[in-house]
């Protein structure tokens, strides 16, 4: 069974410091998606990367994947305090190819000052 | 901008007692899902839906649970005889049709809070 990890699970840092945010899955998949949740909320989409390689981009947070590897990575460049939240990595889980997403058990994430 | 809705946003309910929780998909989505979040864990995948089917459920996902879409905009989960250990956030979620079916991002609604005593 398809089991996704993420590691670290408790991140707290500095504004303007950079870190990064791994996710390790355990079968052949090649989608991987990577969700927001601020506390009491919904999960936000951010990426979605559907390829070997595949590097995406938005503000201070740059994702990828690297399908051989079986594992993304989510890197967080000069944080700032807005980024604070919980991110889960979710594996499309193979091969039915449903929509069942396996979920990370999260990171989250606390910026200071 | 479209987005998933979800009611009640929160529900409580003894245990025994059977609850729907409803769903209103973004409007030219196909796919449909249930998840719930136990609070402080993981999200967990409980089923997926198309054209009035399910295509896959979870182990969680017993014969206490159904899922409906009673008519074009409603999506709707019931659990008929709830336990102590179904409460959680209920998320429902939606995509629309990608090049390979389900591969685009699912939406997720607000959550409904089932709390069962």
């Known amino acids: 069974e398809l089991k996704v990890e993420q590691n670290p699970l408790f991140l707290s840092m500095q504004e303007g410091k950079n870190y990064t945010i791994y996710c390790n899955y355990s079968?052949?998949?090649?989608?991987l998606y990577w969700y927001r949740q601020d506390p009491g909320k919904s999960l936000e989409s951010l990426f979605v990367?559907?390829?070997?390689?595949a590097v995406k981009q938005e503000g201070r947070l740059m994702a990828s994947l690297d399908t051989k590897a079986r594992l993304s990575t989510l890197h967080i460049t000069a944080a700032v305090h807005d980024l604070s939240a919980t991110y889960f990595c979710?594996?499309?889980?193979?091969?039915?190819?449903?929509?069942?997403?396996?979920f990370g058990q999260g990171t989250t994430l606390q910026v200071k000052p | 901008e479209p987005e998933v809705t979800q009611t009640p946003s929160h529900q409580v309910t003894q245990m025994g007692q059977e609850v729907i929780l409803r769903c209103v998909p973004i409007?030219?989505?196909?796919?449909f899902y249930w998840y719930r979040q136990i609070l402080g864990q993981k999200v967990e995948f409980l089923v997926s839906?198309?054209?009035?089917?399910?295509?896959?459920k979870s182990e969680i996902f017993d014969d206490q649970f159904s899922v409906e879409r009673p008519d074009g905009s409603n999506f709707t989960l019931k659990i008929r005889s709830t336990k102590l250990e179904d409460s959680a956030m209920y998320f429902c979620?939606?995509?629309?049709?990608?090049?390979?079916?389900?591969?685009?991002?699912?939406?997720f609604g607000p959550g409904t809070r089932l709390t069962v005593l």
């Open positions: 979620a939606s995509s629309a049709p990608g090049q390979w079916f389900f591969t685009d991002t699912q939406y």
């Open positions: 079968t052949t998949s090649d989608r």
């Open positions: 990367l559907l390829s070997n390689g």
């Open positions: 979710a594996v499309d889980s193979p091969p039915s190819n449903t929509g069942k997403l396996i």
């Open positions: 409007s030219n989505h196909l796919y």
């Open positions: 839906f198309y054209n009035n089917e399910i295509s896959e």
